[in-house]
Nanobody, 115 residues
Framework: QVQLVESGGGLVQPGGSLRLSCAAS????????MGWYRQAPGKEREAVAV???????NYADSVKGRSTISRDIAKNTVYLQMNSLKPEDTAVYYC?????????WGKGTLVTVSS
């Protein structure tokens, strides 16, 4: 069983930066896909960034060039660095890990971009 706990959300001004963390407990096997998703009020959950088997990364067009997904294997943690934040980035951000046909979600961390 894998549990994911996100942290790092909060209130930030437009143009600011945040680094979200997702700490995973339990064993994560390879191959795997690690990702960050977000859900804004009244909208569907959408993929923000994914890291495929520790190598290939994909980003939503809305965050491309402003965000970086990475992982620390030793800490079993996935990160999402977000820069030049915009009000439209306001959402609950969720961590997601998939491997061996299983999928796990964290409970989310709220990011609010507002002046």
């Amino acid at each position: 069983q894998v549990q994911l706990v996100e942290s790092g959300g909060g209130l930030v001004q437009p143009g600011g930066s945040l680094r979200l963390s997702c700490a995973a407990s339990g064993s994560i096997s390879s191959p795997n896909v690690m990702g960050w998703y977000r859900q804004a009020p009244g909208k569907e959950r959408e993929a923000v960034a994914v890291l495929i088997n520790g190598g290939t990364t994909n980003y939503a067009d809305s965050v491309k060039g402003r965000s970086t997904i990475s992982r620390d294997i030793a800490k079993n943690t996935v990160y999402l660095q977000m820069n030049s934040l915009k009000p439209e980035d306001t959402a609950v951000y969720y961590c997601n890990i998939k491997f061996w046909g299983m999928e796990y979600w964290g409970k989310g961390t709220l990011v609010t971009v507002s002046s």
